[in-house]
């Protein structure tokens, strides 16, 4: 098989399983109700159980770090992606409360590896074919997050227990994953990829500006899914049914900023689409904020998908190419700052309303995402990165063995 055929099935197959990622943790996020009733938690209690995921992510993604010196990225993947769907089903199993907190630290634990490899390999595949391709990987996340999103919905309009409503897409999805696992493909960048390079003496301070990005970017997605619905019904007096809107229309524009958002790297550069999409975003979250009503609330959350969607990925791909020999612990390390912006997001912008109001919350974030602006270099210094200019016609040698078709 020519390199030009195994990069192409590689691409398809990590789009796939960066699909499958994006149905599997809207499902869980999505029903967070149901499994409080389920199993009896406590309000004071349920942001524990929350909080827990991100952490256990956090830590497994430092532990992927150093795994990937022994083993490829793929391997790691290989084998995530199945633990987090069987987590997921296990999730929905249970009877007490000791199984789901099983269940959700497990998931946790095997989403940090999944995250963390997945985008690994994503940015060796960009490295591969010289061009912009991250944000189509994570178009297919938004797609998977709809969709999920959707047969949640479902799940709860039907009033499907857990267990029935995750157990279909697990037993479509899991064979799937396991059959284009078989098509991931490593890339070594030079004769001695598979040794630990690490960052180099001030490695990290040279990634830290992405990782505050990451942070905030996350701090900002974080506001939207969990507080979109209570602003839009609480402030803009919205109808209980108007109120779930505003997360989906956020995931749609995330969709569709992301499915072309490619092309605007590979035409104008990736510092020119991070900036735009930062000041798209800040732009929203004043529109949120100045919002008269639901609709113009509704158009805000509308321009946050469009700004945010662009910052992660291509935080993920600066990383890749500030580090082109040690790309996999620099995205590991990066990884980490996603479950931060995570974990700070929700009671950063609840405290605060709470304390004084919610208009002025929205704030917030704008002004952290804005952050991004003084660090937009960080995404296509001279020295790492394409650039329209520095494309490459062709693909380079791929492989690290173990994955040939």
């Avoid at 619905?229 to 956020?250: F, H, I």
């Avoid at 002004?367 to 960080?378: G, K, N, Q």
């Amino acid at each position: 098989m020519t390199a030009d055929a195994r990069l192409s099935r590689g691409r398809g197959a990590l789009g796939f399983s960066f699909f499958v990622q994006g149905v599997a943790f809207a499902l869980l996020v999505t029903r967070i109700p149901a499994i409080q009733d389920r199993y009896g938690i406590s309000d004071g209690l349920l942001p524990a159980f929350l909080a827990a995921v991100p952490i256990l992510a956090g830590v497994s993604s430092v532990v992927t770090e150093h795994l990937v010196k022994r083993v490829a990225p793929s391997t790691v993947l290989r084998w995530a992606q199945p633990l987090v769907l069987l987590a997921l089903l296990g999730v929905g199993a249970g009877s007490r409360m000791w199984h789901v907190a099983l269940a959700l630290g497990a998931f946790g634990l095997f989403v940090g590896a999944l995250d963390a490899s997945m985008n690994m390999l994503g940015v060796s595949l960009q490295g591969a074919y010289g061009r912009s391709i991250m944000l189509g990987f994570h178009a297919s996340y938004s797609l998977g997050g709809i969709l999920g999103a959707s047969a949640a919905w479902a799940g709860a309009h039907w009033h499907l227990a857990l267990f029935t409503s995750y157990l279909p897409a697990v037993v479509v999805l899991l064979p799937l994953a396991l059959f284009a696992s078989r098509f991931y493909v490593d890339q070594e960048t030079g004769q001695d990829a598979a040794a630990d390079k690490g960052l180099g003496a001030g490695g990290f301070k040279l990634l830290l500006p992405l990782c505050l990005v990451m942070a905030c970017a996350y701090i900002g997605d974080s506001t939207v899914s969990n507080w979109s619905a209570k602003y839009l019904q609480d402030v803009l007096g919205s109808s209980e049914q108007l109120a779930t809107v505003p997360y989906n229309v956020y995931m749609v524009t995330t969709l569709l900023g992301r499915a072309v958002g490619d092309l605007g790297v590979r035409r104008f550069g990736a510092v020119a689409v991070v900036r735009i999409g930062t000041v798209v975003a800040a732009l929203g979250f004043g529109v949120v904020a100045a919002a008269p009503g639901a609709w113009a609330g509704m158009l805000g959350f509308t321009l946050l998908g469009t700004g945010l969607c662009v910052i992660v990925p291509q935080t993920f791909a600066a990383a890749g190419r500030l580090f082109p020999n040690s790309s996999d612990t620099a995205i590991a390390r990066l990884n980490i700052f996603n479950y931060v912006g995570f974990l700070i997001g929700a009671p950063l912008v609840g405290g605060i309303g709470d304390a004084w109001n919610y208009r002025g919350a929205m704030l917030v974030p704008m002004v952290l995402v804005l952050v991004t602006l003084f660090y937009a270099r960080s995404f296509g210094a001279k020295e790492a990165r394409y650039g329209v200019a520095h494309e490459r016609p062709r693909v380079v040698d791929v492989g690290r063995g173990g994955n040939e078709v």
